[in-house]
Each structure stands twice: as structure tokens, then as C-alpha cells.
């Protein structure tokens, strides 16, 4: 498998970035891609693209997508001490685009 383009790891979500705050490009390999959210060169919270989440990261929630790549989008906040309400609140504000929903 080709390595993959950022964008179409990026294009599976979005997010509400704070005044002050980026979205950066983290790690890539052929299956997934990580992006961080920094705020004044802190990192606040972490996003995963890909197939294969970590279930074991703390203060993390996983949504699957309806995409056939990435089918997962997971998201976490760092510990921020004295910011960690405006970390959740950026992690919280991550949504996939096209989310899959079970019916029955």
C-alpha cells in the first residue's frame, strides 16, 4: 500500500480550532496518520486517522467513520495542568464527516 496523503486523513474530520491554536501534522505511515492540536507551542490534543486505534490511550474517544479509509477517527486530550478544561474542549469539538450509524 502507497503511503497515504495527509489530506485524505484530514478530510475524514474536522474540528473548531481555538484563536491561537494549529493543527499539525504528526506521524505517517501507510495505514494511518497523526495530527496534534497545539495552542501557543503546547501540544493540547491528539488525533489518530487510520484503521488500527489504541484503546488503551487515556481520555480518548474512538468514531468510526463511513469512509472506507480511514475507518476510524480517534481523538484524546493531553493534560493541560490549568487548561485542561479548554484541552477537552478541543478534543471534544472533533467530528468526523461521514460517521457510520447502526441502525436497529
Given at each position: 500500500m502507497p503511503l497515504l496523503e495527509v489530506s485524505s486523513a484530514r478530510a475524514a474530520f474536522r474540528i473548531d480550532l481555538p484563536e491561537g491554536c494549529v493543527l499539525q501534522d504528526g506521524a505517517q505511515q501507510t495505514t494511518y496518520a497523526t495530527f496534534y492540536v497545539a495552542c501557543d507551542g503546547?501540544?493540547?490534543a491528539g488525533i489518530y486517522a487510520g484503521d488500527a486505534p489504541d484503546p488503551t490511550i487515556p481520555r480518548s474517544r474512538l468514531i468510526e467513520t463511513d469512509?472506507?479509509?480511514?475507518?476510524?477517527?480517534?481523538?484524546?486530550?493531553?493534560?493541560?495542568?490549568?487548561?485542561?478544561?479548554?484541552?477537552?474542549?478541543?478534543?471534544?469539538?472533533?467530528?468526523?464527516r461521514r460517521m457510520k450509524v447502526a441502525l436497529g
Open positions: 503546547r501540544v493540547y469512509d472506507k479509509w480511514p475507518r476510524n477517527v480517534q481523538v484524546w486530550s493531553e493534560v493541560v495542568p490549568g487548561d485542561q478544561a479548554r484541552a477537552d474542549a478541543i478534543a471534544a469539538s472533533v467530528k468526523v
